[in-house]
């Protein structure tokens, strides 16, 4: 009966196992894209005036269009970005600005970018970042 059980739990684990797995895998992939209008123009502009107030004094907007943008971000989960200017700005304050001000920086940037602007703000989180995938402009 014991042997029953074992065979029984790896014949399911096997069937499941790659299945869940693959699951995992594209719940994880960006499923949108900077070219889907991931963010508002009004967001964008809330966003230029945050850097404008918050970020000037270290960093030029530039910085953060071109290819130096795509040279940086080219093929990445916008959450990279994110976990950067969340987690480090700015300099003085790491983590002071909130949320969605962060947020509102990264449509900025997209803005910045000339990525199109959408019908729907980009939320300030990370998990809204992971369903973003950086890629060149269409």
């Known amino acids: 009966m014991a042997a029953a059980i074992v065979v029984f ?4 684990a096997t069937l499941t196992g790659p299945a869940f797995a ?5 719940e994880q992939a960006p499923q949108k ?3 889907s209008g991931v963010y508002t123009a009004a ?8 850097f404008s107030d918050k970020c000037t004094a270290c ?3 530039a910085r953060f269009s071109g290819a130096t943008f795509l040279e940086s971000w080219n093929g990445k989960a916008m959450k990279e970005l994110w976990d950067v200017a969340s987690g480090t700005m700015p300099e003085d304050n790491p983590g002071s ?7 509102d920086i990264l449509a900025y940037f997209l803005e ?10 980009l939320a300030g989180n990370a998990a809204a970042m992971a369903n973003i995938k950086v890629e060149p402009k269409k």
């Open 112 to 121: 910045l970018n000339e990525y199109p602007a959408g019908d729907t703000e």
């Open 43 to 50: 967001q964008a502009e809330r966003g230029k005036k945050v």
């Open 22 to 26: 693959t699951a995992t895998a594209a």
């Open 9 to 12: 739990m790896i014949s399911a």
């Open 33 to 35: 894209t900077t070219n």
């Open 59 to 61: 960093h030029e907007p």
């Open 97 to 103: 600005l909130k949320q969605q001000e962060y947020g």
